[in-house]
């Protein structure tokens, strides 16, 4: 046999003779099958074409045959819309090797090689031995002996000559084969016979391989779509919904939620707050966690006239720099942050920062990965998002009485179906916390109210594991990536039925979703389930390289226009010049061209394929891996990488190949913390390989399989390791299921280096949950992702349970000794303050917090410590004592050592950070007596900045209630004097403006009195790394014996 390839140019790529070939079939192909059903298509050839057929060829067998090849093959694959042409067919060996000789690494053209081709084929009877799953077209011309070649995996066109007339037939298998495919190929093959015999000069370019009724389909009855748009404006539509559901709740978070009439009022306090300022069709950044606050305002901002571009806020702070002044926002809302400036006009605890402006009138923007390396702003318009909306009420909304849950992350437009189709029709949106949406993702499973959620095929897959006897959902939307048919079967089954599974496909650029699919439970024909057909008013056109439409069936890119396309990239004239180009078949529009391949079902709907360049899908997040390979080039220590995706059954990685520069060292944990600090978390390469060089093909591509990939990594528990408790071996056991592994994983094995992603994370936690009834915190797990992290944060739970009967103490970090330090709380009550501290201190000890809890009885310090004292007492009822406290903590220190020494109890060591008796000169009695007149405004305007920031983040009233006790405490202190002798050692750490405390505390105890300056400012020093290492070191060497 012999195998010929010829590539997009027309350019003879390889001949060679082969006896066993294996090549995907170029015709599109329904999916596998080891069931056969052979069926025969006839090819009519008439009379006139049969004389001209044998006048071209003058009757000799081998120039018919090479014709016949040249002609079928090359019709195949046009319509198909391959690239590389290719056929097999018989022929003797001698004469194939003679032509692989003669034309190997040639450079002839396709009309030249037909002609020289067809001149030295010779048809002989030889024998061939096809493998049994070839698919492959094979052309079988018959001139004396009948060859019967197996079509149970082949396309076999049969050719054959009987009393000077030519006759053809396609045999195929139809359990493979679409026969509709088939029949239309034959029918092709026909026209082209008489368009060649008319026209033998013909080029494959114009082959026609549509017919008028199948391009009549292609460009306008796939694209019937046009419908009138009920929603005319986003606020106007939303007054409308106040006016008629003025009482109605229209959001609800964890802590309250808002009526349609709140949320118009509230909203509209930003709006003027913004007017105020003078921001119209301006960018505002929005970067807030999930909250009514955050809904209020998007809404704010939108009746404000600006356009509103939203940020995670676990977006990496390079990231955010390159937004901030990429975008030319106006100004950044936040509920936290940095450089803030708080809103006074409004009752919601946000703030703004103010940067240049820039003109602009449009909805939302969203930044989504770019192949430079650099995020790009996607603009989308009014009129596109109220085309998707009201194609969304329609569609997805049952009744007025139906419930969105929001929790997906803000910077990803699949919110953008969870926010504005409620609003605008009376429904209600449910907000859950975006930072754990595998924990989200089971309350909305448990939440009686919910019906409807947008989510990725990623998160669906959580609920199959998930527990869903309360869930009142009726309605999937599955966005953001292929959804996998075995899935969308799983989910219905769960479900009983009585839900309805939503594939919504569409681009960024595009408006969220442009097309959508509604599940057939009873098609199971195709791996993924098919993205369907466009929404009102878009248009779909799957297309070849020359923007010609594909035939049904066969592979095309997807370009998009009507009404949903969005208005380009913010800033980029010549990115978006190159991505919106203009429509070869509607005069003044433009199409997106998406770099997404798909194809037509045998319905007449549009299945996804692939991508076409180096972008991916990555958990429903749009990822450039040009992105991710430019950041690491950036990383010292690298000299080249490969970027590439990874797929297997259940999910798609990132893996990267880095060749390192010489004497450089550089190692994955390094690489991964570099890319941190400008990537997202979905966008870190799962793997990291270090190799030699990057394998190349023959044409200058990467040779990806050469490359190492790890399908199943293999996890070496470090030789003496023993698991030491049963909660060890059950988790364990967890993540071996979790992780699909079955190797022995190390209890200090990163999770994500075992395979782990974030949304395994999220199952790992929902498992922990149930069986273990605890919530880990996220941010403490990707700090320390292993089981012994684990497992400590099961026995800290059952430490908790031990401080259950005490009102005041609590554990800060309990390393299981049976020595104890008790640290105590400043003026704020809270010992949370310490906790970054404790963990830097000496393993030796516990370390215990004492929390203030505000009695209108306390009286005085003493009278505090003494409570203080009889719960340390019931904790601790012998050994040594150990004391801790920063500032207004020092002083309850030195009182609870008094009253301890009274006890004749041994104290073994105290310690006061930058703790100050009451004076003449002290800032604090103004602030008091300020307070006490009731001026509150003033008595706000004196506490120090590093106060304000401290307790920063709470509602108002928790706000106003800490500066209340922080005044009572402080009250306490301008009364109290210490007049007693200690016997214990004492350590002082202060700061220059305390230095007056030295001398008062050395006359207080007849123990060693050691003294370190600290240069760092008081509200600093539990913050700060450098003065946390500072006063960890000096506490480690037990209070050293050096002072002032």
Request: glycine letters at 4%; one cysteine or more.
């Amino acid at each position: 046999m012999l195998r010929i390839m010829i590539n997009e140019e027309n350019t003879l790529t390889d001949v060679s003779y082969v006896n066993d070939f294996i090549l995907q079939f170029i015709l599109p192909n329904r999916f596998n099958s080891s069931e056969k059903a052979i069926e025969s298509v006839e090819i009519q050839i008439d009379e006139k074409v049969n004389k001209k057929l044998l006048k071209i060829t003058k009757d000799n067998p081998v120039l018919i045959n090479g014709l016949f090849c040249a002609m079928f093959t090359a019709l195949a694959h046009r319509v198909a819309n391959s690239r590389m042409l290719s056929f097999i067919t018989i022929i003797n060996e001698t004469y194939s090797k003679k032509i692989i000789s003669e034309v190997n690494d040639s450079d002839i053209k396709l009309k030249e090689y037909i002609t020289y081709l067809t001149s030295h084929i010779y048809d002989n009877d030889v024998k061939y031995d096809l493998k049994e799953e070839p698919a492959n077209l094979i052309i079988n011309y018959q001139t004396h002996t009948k060859r019967n070649i197996d079509a149970s995996k082949n396309v076999v066109i049969n050719i054959t000559k009987n009393n000077g007339l030519f006759s053809a037939s396609i045999n195929f298998n139809t359990e493979i084969f679409d026969p509709y495919l088939i029949f239309e190929y034959g029918k092709k093959c026909e026209q082209l016979l008489s368009d060649f015999t008319c026209d033998t000069n013909i080029s494959l370019q114009d082959i026609r391989h549509l017919t008028l009724k199948e391009k009549d389909f292609l460009l306008n009855g796939f694209n019937a779509t046009d419908k009138e748009i009920k929603l005319k404006s986003i606020v106007q539509q939303f007054k409308k919904q106040v006016k008629i559901n003025r009482t109605k709740i229209a959001l609800i978070d964890i802590n309250h939620n808002l009526s349609y009439e709140e949320l118009d009022l509230q909203s509209d306090k930003i709006f003027h707050m913004l007017q105020d300022k003078g921001l119209k069709n301006d960018i505002v950044i929005v970067m807030m966690p999930h909250s009514i606050d955050l809904i209020v305002t998007i809404l704010g901002i939108i009746k404000s006239g600006n356009t509103y571009l939203p940020l995670d806020p676990e977006t990496p702070d390079e990231r955010l720099r390159y937004i901030i002044e990429d975008s030319k926002a106006s100004c950044l809302i936040s509920n936290k942050g940095l450089h803030e400036v708080n809103l006074s006009n409004t009752n919601d605890p946000l703030s703004v920062v103010s940067h240049s402006v820039e003109k602009n009138k449009n909805i939302y923007i969203i930044y989504t990965s770019g192949s430079t390396g650099k995020p790009k702003g996607v603009v989308i318009a009014e009129n596109e998002l109220l085309n998707y909306t009201d194609w969304c009420i329609d569609k997805y909304i049952n009744s007025d009485d139906d419930t969105f849950a929001l929790f997906t992350s803000i910077g990803f437009d699949l919110t953008v179906t969870s926010i504005f189709p409620a609003l605008l029709s009376g429904c209600k949106i449910k907000i859950f916390d975006s930072a754990e949406p595998g924990r989200s993702i089971a309350n909305i499973l448990l939440d009686k109210d919910v019906t409807i959620l947008k989510l990725t095929p990623a998160h669906l897959e959580l609920i199959t594991k998930m527990d869903i006897s309360q869930s009142k959902i009726h309605t999937f939307i599955v966005g953001g990536e292929a959804l996998v048919s075995r899935l969308a079967r799983d989910i219905t089954d769960k479900f009983n039925h009585k839900v309805n599974i939503i594939n919504e496909y569409g681009p960024t650029e595009t408006t969220v979703g442009c097309m959508n699919y509604s599940y057939r439970y009873d098609e199971n024909n195709y791996s993924t389930i098919p993205i369907g057909k466009p929404i009102q008013n878009c248009k779909i056109y799957l297309l070849d390289e020359q923007l010609v439409p594909v035939s049904i069936g066969a592979p095309g890119e997807i370009y998009i226009g009507g009404k949903c396309l969005g208005r380009g990239y913010l800033y980029k004239k010549d990115l978006t010049d190159k991505s919106y180009i203009k429509s070869p078949f509607e005069d003044d529009q433009l199409i997106y061209k998406t770099g997404d391949l798909a194809r037509f079902t045998n319905r007449r709907e549009l299945i996804f394929l692939d991508r076409k360049d180096d972008q991916v899908m990555i958990r429903g997040y749009r990822v450039e891996l040009g992105e991710i390979k430019n950041q690491i080039l950036k990383i010292n220590g690298v000299k080249s990488v490969a970027v590439i995706k990874v797929e297997n059954k259940h999910n798609v990685y990132i893996y990267s190949y880095i060749v390192k520069e010489n004497d450089i060292s550089i190692d994955t944990i390094s690489i991964k913390k570099a890319l941190a600090s400008n990537l997202p978390g979905y966008m870190i390469p799962e793997e990291i390989f270090f190799v030699q060089e990057i394998p190349l093909t023959i044409n200058g591509k990467i040779d990806k399989r050469k490359l190492p990939i790890s399908k199943d990594k293999e996890i070496i528990t470090p030789s003496g390791k023993k698991v030491n408790s049963i909660i060890e071996k059950e988790i364990i056991l967890l993540w071996q299921k979790i992780l699909n592994i079955s190797e022995n994983i190390d209890v200090n094995t990163s999770f994500f280096d075992a395979g782990g992603h974030s949304l395994k994370v999220y199952e790992l936690f929902y498992n922990l949950d149930k069986k273990y009834k605890i919530k880990i915190e996220v941010s403490g797990f990707y700090q320390n992702p292993t089981i012994s992290f684990i497992c400590n944060q099961l026995e800290k739970r059952d430490v908790y349970s031990r401080f259950s009967d005490f009102v005041y103490l609590k554990p800060i970090q309990f390393n299981n000794s049976n020595k104890n330090v008790f640290i105590f709380h400043a003026s704020d009550g809270d010992v949370g303050i310490y906790a970054k501290l404790a963990g830097k201190l000496s393993k030796e000890y516990n370390y215990i917090g004492v929390n203030y809890k505000y009695d209108d009885n306390d009286k005085s310090i003493n009278y505090l410590a003494s409570k203080y004292v009889s719960e340390i007492n019931k904790f601790q009822r012998e050994g040594e004592y150990n004391l801790f406290g920063w500032s207004f903590g020092g002083l309850i220190a030195l009182e609870v050592a008094k009253i301890l020494e009274e006890e004749n109890k041994k104290i073994n060591s105290l310690t006061l950070i930058d703790s100050s008796f009451s004076h003449k000169e002290d800032k604090y009695h103004a602030l008091i007596s300020l307070y006490e007149n009731h001026n509150f405004d003033e008595c706000i305007k004196l506490l120090p900045p590093d106060y304000v920031r401290f307790i920063d983040g709470d509602d108002d009233n928790h706000y106003l209630d800490k500066i209340k006790e922080l005044i009572f405490l402080l009250k306490l202190r301008q009364n109290y004097k210490f007049n007693h002798t200690l016997k214990c050692d004492l350590m002082y750490i202060y700061q220059e403006s305390n230095f007056f405390m030295v001398s008062a505390l050395r006359k207080i105890t007849t123990g060693t009195c050691c003294c370190y300056e600290i240069k760092e400012s008081h509200y600093q020093q539990l913050k700060n790394d450098s003065s946390i290492h500072f006063i960890s070191d000096k506490f480690n060497v037990n209070n050293g014996k050096k002072g002032v």
